[in-house]
Each structure stands twice: as structure tokens, then as C-alpha cells.
């Protein structure tokens, strides 16, 4: 059982996640942070909790982050995830209150709390990150581990720019956050475009059909966030459930230990993660290949709630 405090940006792919992790028993979620990146942070903060509410989970507190990059303007990416950011789900707004502590400050007291035990999943720009390390130096070592989708390292053909042709979304938000948790220390495992755009690892419309054909309150919504990527993209990206797959069964993907450049500041090869030759330190897990077919066979066995496939 992984023990996890959440960053998100919610975002179709976050809310998949998050629904796939409510159905997973290998992980408990002590608290959802919430930061601006697909959607202005007062809406991510919102779409937590609505889905939170559809499943009705009311035992997570939802604690809102950054309004705001560190250095830059916000770029949102609701041209992608519809006009609520939840692919026009049309969840009522949320009942349940905010949090109302600070995302950093919440982030830390519980690691503090629990030295060695919690794991930071971060689906999201690392704005949030970033500020809870700036506050406690000692907090990436105190980690179980940091999770986060984010990043392409040419590690394999699609490991190139979804944002730019060079650079990954979350981490091109914030490049100067990701740039300071890349080289904080912590036990960091990337998930980045070099497997989560492997079509393998892609929802197409004949899962959609099945996720349909299951009448539950996460296999609907499910449906409804999917059918919206899968209606506009072609497909649906899996960004962020594979950066959660790696606490659900880590033989789905395979990592290589390698040292990342992050490159910062505003010009063309902003946000580009770039892997140098390793020496011995500052070394970070980066995802290199996926099992496709084995990791969507075990989210729509949860999410179908069926044996694991
Ligand atoms: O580049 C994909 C990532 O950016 C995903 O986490 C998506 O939700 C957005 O945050
Ligand atoms: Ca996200």
C-alpha cells in the first residue's frame, strides 16, 4: 500500500487517474493538492472535487496551490480538455469546502508527519513541488518517492514535444519548478511522453465501448471523460493514469537511471528535458518502455471492476 499526497491539474487525464487510483487498492490517497495547468487552479480545485463527489468521496481533503507559474504567464490547455476542463462531464459544482491550508504547506506537514512514508504523485506543472521544497530543503529526502508524468526524453520515437515539438506540457508550464524538483534530490520516477504517447498505451473507441457498457457511477464518468478525448483527439492520451500504473504494478514500465537537463527561461527549447551522460550523481528514473496492452487491460479491469486482466 503506497501512502500518496496527489498534485494535479484536472484535466480529463488527471480525473481518469484519480478514478483509477479511487478503484486501486495498492494506493491511499491522504490528499489531493491542486495547481494551475490545464485549467485556471480555482477550476482544477473545483473538478477534484467533483469527481471526488460523483464517487462519493468526502474522506480527502482538496487543498488548492498555484494561480501561477513561477516565472511565467499561465497558458491553459482547455482547447484540449473542453470548456470545464473535464471534457463537459457536466458534474455538478462541488459542495464539498477547500482545504484551507496552502498546496505546499499542506504537502509538507504530511511528509513531515510521516518521514519515509508518503509518495508524491505529481500529474501537473511542479509549481506546487517546487514551492514546498523552496520551504523545507530537507523535504525531497523525506519522500517514499516522487511520482510525476511529465517530460519526452527521446528515449524512444515518441518521445518528442506535445507542447512544442521539443518540450512536454507540464513540464514546459513551469520549466524553472521543474528545473528545481529535477535536481532536488528526491527519488524521482518520470513518466513522460516516451511511453504515454505509445498508441499501445492509448484508449481507442472499442474501449470506450466496454467502459460504456458498465453501468457504475466511475465507469460512466469514466466513459464521458474518455469519449470526449476519444471524439476530438482520436484517442485517449494516458499521461496521467500511467504516471499511477507505476504504484499500481511496477513491471508495466521499464525506467533507465540517467541525469536530466531541464531547460529553462522562455526561448525555443523551453522546458526540454534533456538527458546528459550520467555520472554518479543527481540521477533520476526515467520511464522507457511501457507494456501497453497489459497496463489497459489492468485499468479497465478496475475501472470495469472486473477480476485483474
Ligand atoms: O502533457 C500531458 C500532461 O499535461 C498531462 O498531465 C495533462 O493532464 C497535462 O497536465
Ligand atoms: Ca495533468
Excluded at 469546502?97 to 506543472?125: C, M, N, Q, Y
Excluded at 511542479?126 to 521544497?133: E, G, Q, R, S
Excluded at 499521461?239 to 537511471?257: G, I, K, M, V, Y
Aim: glycine share 8%; with cysteine; hydrophobic share 45%.
Amino acid at each position: 500500500m503506497h501512502k500518496v499526497v496527489w498534485d494535479m491539474d484536472p484535466g480529463i487525464d488527471d480525473a481518469v487517474a484519480l478514478i483509477l487510483a479511487l478503484r486501486s487498492p495498492e494506493v491511499q490517497i491522504l490528499g489531493i493538492t491542486t495547481v494551475a495547468g490545464n485549467a485556471r487552479v480555482e477550476m482544477t480545485s473545483a473538478n477534484a472535487r467533483r469527481v471526488l463527489e460523483h464517487l462519493n468521496v468526502d474522506s480527502i481533503p482538496v487543498v488548492m496551490g498555484a494561480a501561477n507559474p513561477l516565472n511565467h504567464p499561465l497558458e491553459d490547455a482547455l482547447s484540449y480538455h473542453g470548456p470545464d476542463g473535464l471534457g463537459n462531464c457536466n458534474l455538478p459544482p462541488p459542495r464539498m469546502p477547500l482545504h484551507p491550508s496552502k498546496a505546499w504547506d499542506f504537502l509538507a506537514r504530511l511528509v513531515l508527519d510521516a518521514p519515509g512514508e508518503i509518495t508524491l504523485v505529481a500529474t501537473g506543472s511542479l509549481t506546487n513541488v517546487a514551492h514546498a521544497f523552496s520551504l523545507h530543503p530537507e523535504l525531497p529526502g523525506l519522500l517514499a518517492g516522487l511520482v510525476l508524468m511529465g517530460g519526452a526524453y527521446g528515449l524512444t520515437p515518441y518521445g518528442t514535444g506535445n507542447c512544442t515539438p521539443h518540450a512536454e506540457f507540464n513540464i514546459w508550464q513551469d520549466p524553472e519548478a521543474a528545473h528545481m524538483v529535477f535536481n532536488s534530490g528526491a527519488d524521482i520516477f518520470a513518466v513522460g511522453l516516451d511511453v504515454t504517447m505509445d498508441p499501445a498505451a492509448c484508449l481507442n473507441r472499442g474501449h470506450l465501448e466496454r467502459i460504456n457498457a458498465r453501468h457504475t457511477p466511475a465507469a460512466h464518468l469514466a466513459a464521458q471523460l474518455v469519449e470526449y478525448e476519444v471524439k476530438y483527439q482520436g484517442c485517449c492520451r494516458m499521461h496521467d493514469p500511467l504516471a499511477l500504473a507505476t504504484l499500481l504494478d511496477a513491471s508495466l514500465l521499464d525506467f533507465a537511471l540517467t541525469k536530466v537537463e531541464v531547460v529553462e527561461g522562455n526561448g525555443w527549447d523551453r522546458g526540454v528535458t534533456r538527458v546528459l551522460p550520467s555520472d554518479s550523481s543527481g540521477l533520476i528514473h526515467v520511464a522507457c518502455a511501457v507494456d501497453g496492452p497489459r497496463f489497459l487491460g489492468l485499468f479497465l479491469s478496475r475501472i470495469l471492476e472486473e477480476q485483474d486482466g
